[in-house]
T-cell receptor
Framework: GEDVEQSLFLSVREGDSSVINCTYT??????LYWYKQEPGAGLQLLTY?????DMKQDQRLTVLLNKKDKHLSLRIADTQTGDSAIYFC????????FGQGTELSVKP | DGGITQSPKYLFRKEGQNVTLSCEQN?????MYWYRQDPGQGLRLIYY???????QKGDIAEGYSVSREKKESFPLTVTSAQKNPTAFYLC?????????????FGPGTRLTVL
């Protein structure tokens, strides 16, 4: 069945890089997404990658996709306290399936 | 400004009561969605609608009902049949899925059953 897995928590120091990992099961997924949720708010799309790409970079964000291992990662360079939030990966096959979310805590 | 609004932000309900959550969008999107978010479980799809006057059950539709009489509006009713309704509810909309199109989310409604 369709499933998306993420670790629940990540803690980093301000200025370090953060890497949030995600695994998925649906090999027919066409797009994979990273969403950000700040406390008490809705989700905001950060970036997405098409399934035939290996990497996508957008300013401080780098997405890596290993399609063979069905592994997706989001790297945030020079992490700031404003990056503290829950990050969801999601895959689009027939519908959008979300992971459980990774809570990123950035310590000064 | 275009966007999605949900109201109210916080809602309290007594056991046994039905309650309706509002979702409105002015993005001219055809598709709208309702998700439920529980701690550590991500988002689960309750209902979705691809077009006016049509909607489909998602993964956890039991105890919920929806209507889509207007393109802009997709209200969700949480009925007394829903066994554990306390959660954060998120509404979203998208243009017809063409791949790469994002779902735009509202700010959410936190429902607490007393």
């Amino acid at each position: 069945g369709e499933d998306v897995e993420q670790s629940l928590f990540l803690s980093v120091r301000e200025g370090d890089s953060s890497v949030i990992n995600c695994t998925y099961t649906d090999s027919s997924s066409t797009y994979l997404y990273w969403y950000k949720q700040e406390p008490g708010a809705g989700l905001q799309l950060l970036t997405y990658i098409f399934s035939n790409m290996d990497m996508k970079q957008d300013q401080r964000l780098t997405v890596l996709l290993n399609k063979k291992d069905k592994h997706l990662s989001l790297r945030i360079a020079d992490t700031q306290t404003g990056d503290s939030a829950i990050y969801f990966c999601a895959e689009m096959g027939g519908k959008l399936i979300f992971g459980q979310g990774t809570e990123l805590s950035v310590k000064p | 400004d275009g966007g999605i609004t949900q109201s109210p932000k916080y809602l309290f309900r007594k056991e046994g009561q039905n309650v309706t959550l509002s979702c409105e969008q002015n993005l001219n999107h055809d598709a709208m969605y309702w998700y439920r978010q529980d701690p550590g479980q991500g988002l689960r799809l309750i209902y979705y609608s691809q077009i006016v006057n049509d909607f489909q059950k998602g993964d956890i539709a039991e105890g919920y009902s929806v209507s889509r009489e207007k393109k802009e509006s997709f209200p969700l009713t949480v009925t007394s049949a829903q066994k554990n309704p306390t959660a954060f509810y998120l509404c979203a909309s998208s243009a017809p899925p063409r791949g790469g199109d994002e779902q735009f989310f509202g700010p959410g409604t936190r429902l607490t059953v007393l």
